[in-house]
């Protein structure tokens, strides 16, 4: 199973930073188990929402050529908690990307606070030498990141199928 932790991107440019969104709400079954009678969307879920947001501005920015894996958290530090009915933010920058890794820096923001400060490192896998370490074609960058791009309004050729 495929977890999508972003709805939309609202904001992108390309090779330089992003704005995905998420809302969160009690249909989701991971809110029930973290804190049973305290609904909070979960920090490491937090992350691999930031994590998806910078992966996609990281892929996108190399044409999706190789496979973009998160390799590293730098920085990690929430200050609020996230409940049901809240609509999070998802900021994401590159600081810089070379051939071989990309590193980043984001926020998450509900209204007008800081809910955390997220820095995360990635490597690439070029596509070729994966092999049968890594034999999905394309297991990062799945279709179902093709339709949350396309959705959202930005080009992603030849990622997925055309939908």
Same mark, same amino acid.
């Given at each position: 199973?495929?977890?999508?932790?972003?709805?939309?991107?609202?904001? @992108?440019?390309?090779?330089?930073?992003?704005?995905?969104?998420?809302?969160?709400?009690?249909?989701?079954? &991971?809110?029930?188990? #973290?804190?049973?009678?305290?609904?909070?969307?979960?920090?490491?879920?937090?992350?691999?929402?930031?994590?998806?947001?910078?992966?996609?501005?990281?892929?996108?920015?190399?044409? @999706?050529?190789?496979?973009?894996i998160l390799?590293?958290? #730098?920085?990690?530090?929430? @200050?609020?908690?996230?409940?049901?009915?809240?609509?999070?933010?998802? &900021?994401?920058?590159?600081?810089?990307?070379a051939p071989?890794?990309?590193?980043?820096?984001?926020?998450?923001?509900?209204?007008?606070?800081?809910?955390?400060?997220?820095?995360?490192?990635?490597?690439?896998?070029?596509?070729?030498?994966?092999?049968?370490? @890594?034999?999905?074609?394309?297991?990062?960058?799945?279709?179902?990141?093709?339709?949350?791009?396309?959705?959202s309004g930005?080009?992603?050729?030849?990622?997925?199928?055309?939908?």
């Open positions: 199973m495929r977890w999508i932790w972003i709805d939309k991107f609202i904001e @992108f440019n390309s090779g330089q930073n992003a704005v995905a969104i998420k809302n969160v709400t009690m249909a989701e079954d &991971h809110l029930h188990d #973290n804190f049973p009678g305290f609904p909070i969307m979960p920090e490491c879920l937090m992350i691999e929402a930031m994590a998806q947001t910078a992966g996609i501005l990281v892929g996108q920015a190399r044409n @999706f050529k190789e496979k973009v390799a590293k958290i #730098n920085k990690a530090v929430f @200050f609020h908690y996230v409940r049901p009915g809240d609509t999070i933010k998802i &900021h994401a920058s590159i600081v810089s990307i071989e890794a990309a590193s980043t820096s984001g926020k998450i923001t509900c209204g007008d606070e800081t809910i955390g400060e997220i820095d995360l490192m990635f490597s690439h896998i070029d596509q070729n030498l994966a092999g049968k370490q @890594f034999p999905q074609e394309n297991f990062v960058f799945t279709d179902l990141f093709a339709v949350v791009l396309r959705a930005i080009d992603a050729p030849g990622l997925g199928a055309a939908q």
